[in-house]
């Protein structure tokens, strides 16, 4: 029932080292809230970390999701303003099971390759290793980060973006700025735009949990940083959201 998508919650920021922190609620349609997110990202002059971590929280989200918790670790270099990949991993536990999917960005030969392992009880029961028939430069956490380099974007055309931790086949992504009547729209889910801020949309080409095309609609602050996301389109219960505290 209780099913969801950890997104990154990401800000473009100077090249001098600092750390940010930021948190986020999620909430499931009716149901209300049923997770917590924390993210931190350091970065350096030429070189970035974000750590972002998923907790359920509530005795219905826990039982429903055996107690599911995620971390998604992003490593990467700067370049030119813009957050290129270098890892990205994906951590999850629930019930008895734990598992872990790496990816790694050679760009020198412009190739991905996948890791994933899965334990049960702490016994190891999958390891498989193949590397992808894509490159990419993007990852499901900095694809936030390097929004800002599209907000001037022609709107209501839709760009076709490579992305670590998408689809498995060929990765591809569609982001786009969305029209007046698409934003009138927008409005009503994601809430007015202040001074700066401005509206985007996700989609990531495959079914994600019940959203048939993995449907999202974004608000990004005047600071880069993402005020909220809804995953659009789930049954049951509504549209799953993530807002910024």
Known sequence: MFKMMLLSFLIMINI???????KYSV????????A?????????KNSYVIDANLTVIGFIANKATDNLKERHISKGHISKG?????MYQMIKSYGKYNATTIYRTNHKKKYVTREYKKWKNGKLIIHEKLKLKYYATHDLTNIFMNLAQYKMQKTGKEYVKKVVGADRKNGSVLLSLPT??????MKKILGKTKK??????LIMQRQVYD??????????????MLEMAVLKDLVFF????????
Do not use: C, F, H, P
């Open 238 to 245: 509504g549209d799953v959201r993530i807002i910024r505290e």
């Open 211 to 224: 959203s048939k095309r993995g449907e999202l609609e974004l608000k990004v602050g005047n600071d880069g």
């Open 36 to 44: 917590k997110v924390s993210a931190s990202m350091k970065t350096n």
């Open 82 to 86: 813009k957050y290129i990949t270098d």
């Open 27 to 34: 909430e499931y349609g009716i149901i209300g809230e049923i």
């Open 180 to 185: 007046a009547k698409e934003a009138y729209s």
């Open 16 to 22: 001098y080292a600092k750390t940010m922190m930021e």
């Open 196 to 201: 700066g801020e401005w509206y985007a949309k």
